[in-house]
């Protein structure tokens, strides 16, 4: 019995020790798998690196200004008569715009230009007697002074008259009506706008180091939300001598055609200005590029040791002007080299791929998305 007892022990022992012996072997084969597991590759879509020529471009937000524009006011203090036009009509330089009350200056011209009439008689008659020297020299320059200031009162009233019967300015489209009939106008209170709108100004500012590229007659393009898909074209007409101490940017202003007036002041458009020249870029998708605080990179596709399949390269690269759906790469890229176009953020260096561009997007330097 003791023996048995004793055989008891052992035979456990045996036991663990098989276990830990199979289970070290098993261990050892994972480890030995893991070592030569090569993982499958990962299918992405690749571009190419194409030469290119863009045109030499420069872009700005700008906002349009009318080349004439005003708040009519009123001068004089009085009670709005007549009002001679439209909210949003178009009018000609010298319409009738309001009449203020002018029945006081109106009774009041007749008696000042019956005056100056009598004055002018005086003076004449003075002028004859002076030169016959029947009367003196003080009695002569009391007639012309006399006739002067006749003259002078007429035209002062003659003069408030005009500034109560207000007219266009320029010609141009009118604004809201901002007066009502009856209505005692103070001075200096607003009537109604007028702005000139064809042509129209676009005000634009550019950074100082690009003023050298800017001149006087450049073609400019101008886009906005209330014209899609359209484009309205012009060309600078000024520059501003002065750069702004603040922000280094320089003032520039554009001349745009408005026959149609779907541009207003106020606006904000985006400016396209043209140097007319053509630069050599080489573009790749903006999507290829993985963007870090330390460089930019890509990752290229080249073979595999070996000849076999094919991995990734990461290149670091240095990046230029952005247009559309592209980048220009302005070193560290050759045209022909093949790219990652998508996904690039989840790819590391030395990556096995597989290229399928079935489902690859289209890019554009203009791309036109559609409205969903």
Not at 236 to 263: G, K, Y
């Amino acid at each position: 019995m003791k023996k048995h007892l004793l055989w008891v022990p052992g035979g456990l022992a045996l036991i663990i020790i098989g276990l830990a012996a199979t289970k070290a072997l098993q261990i050892r084969a994972l480890i030995k798998h893991g070592k030569s597991f090569v993982p499958p590759p990962t299918t992405v879509s690749s571009a190419e690196v194409k030469a290119e020529s863009w045109p030499a471009e420069l872009k700005a937000v700008g906002t349009l200004t009318a080349v004439e524009g005003v708040t009519i006011a009123a001068e004089l203090t009085g009670k709005v008569t007549v009002i001679a036009f439209e909210p949003g009509a178009k009018v000609r330089k010298g319409d009738l715009l309001i009449r203020q009350d002018t029945s006081f200056e109106e009774a009041q011209l007749p008696g000042a230009v019956a005056a100056a009439d009598l004055a002018r008689i005086n003076r004449e008659r003075a002028d004859r007697m002076f030169a016959d020297q029947i009367i003196s020299q003080s009695d002569h320059d009391t007639a012309v002074a006399n006739y002067e200031q006749a003259l002078a009162t007429a035209d002062s009233i003659r003069a408030t008259i005009g500034k109560k019967t207000l007219r266009a300015p320029f010609s141009g489209r009118l604004g809201v009506r901002q007066v009502n009939l009856g209505q005692l106008l103070g001075q200096g209170d607003a009537i109604v706008t007028l702005q000139a709108l064809d042509p129209i100004f676009v005000d634009f500012s550019l950074p100082q180091q690009q003023l050298a590229q800017v001149r006087v007659g450049l073609p400019v393009q101008v886009t906005c939300d209330a014209l899609p898909g359209q484009a309205v074209r012009g060309t600078v007409t000024a520059i501003n001598p002065l750069v702004d101490s603040d922000t280094r940017n320089i003032r520039i202003e554009a001349t745009v055609s408005n026959r149609a007036e779907t541009l207003r002041p106020g606006m904000f458009v985006n400016v396209t200005l043209s140097r007319n020249v053509s630069l050599p870029v080489q573009a790749i998708p903006a999507t290829a590029v993985l963007y870090a605080p330390y460089s930019d990179s890509v990752f290229v596709i080249g073979p595999a040791p070996g000849g076999k399949g094919q991995v990734l390269r990461q290149q670091l690269v240095t990046l230029g002007e952005k247009r559309g759906d592209l980048v220009a790469v302005a070193k560290g890229l050759e045209p022909g080299e093949r790219v990652v176009s998508t996904g690039v953020f989840k790819l590391r260096n030395g990556m096995p791929v597989v290229v399928d561009n079935q489902s690859a997007p289209i890019f554009r330097q203009s791309p036109t998305p559609a409205n969903d």
